[in-house]
């Protein structure tokens, strides 16, 4: 007779928090933060709702955690594009396609986790999407502003929007081929506002 081997006694092993981080920001990424919630995120790290309170307080500053992440290792790079030695109009037409390619790079979470999170309900959430938003728009409007300071404004706001625009047209579903086509019409677009 062979002897079963029984589990260890005791208490089960703790989650490990950057991988709950990770799987959290999958779902919100995936389906918005307003669609998420916690008994979705319990279920989905295979924990107690005391566990996910206990670890991370609220749905809201788990978010701000996932933001933190987000900042690391899915949104894209703006110091690889908006370089000193790259003209304005390249930097900014390769950011575009960059932000593309990014935005349909994964089917089930499209678009810009932090744009489309500055629209949440959650009027706590909208604001810390939108520090991450802002600061962003500000690096865009400073990369313009060094060599071109009577275009920095306009210049930003028509990257910014473009940028929306693609983040919610992959969010729609958009392929790649279109995004990217689109990108590469507001890049022509900046060509032609800063020739040289």
Known sequence: MTKQMSKPAGRPRRF????????????FHEHGYDAVGVA??????????????AAFGSKAELYSRVLDRYACTGAIPL?????????VAEGLAALLEEAARRYAADPLATGCLVLES???NDQ???????????????EVRAFIAARHPEDAERLADFVSTAMSGLSARAR???????????ARLAGDALRQALPG
């Open 16 to 27: 490990d928090p950057e991988k709950a981080i990770a799987i959290a920001q999958q779902l």
């Open 40 to 53: 979705d995120i319990t279920r989905a790290l295979g924990i107690k709702p005391p566990s996910f309170y």
């Open 79 to 87: 110091q690889d594009f908006l370089r000193a030695d790259t003209p």
């Open 118 to 120: 500055t629209r949440s």
């Open 124 to 138: 706590g959430v909208r604001e810390a999407a939108g520090v991450f938003h802002i600061n962003a728009e500000e």
């Open 172 to 182: 729609n579903g958009q392929s790649l081929e279109r995004l990217l086509a689109s």
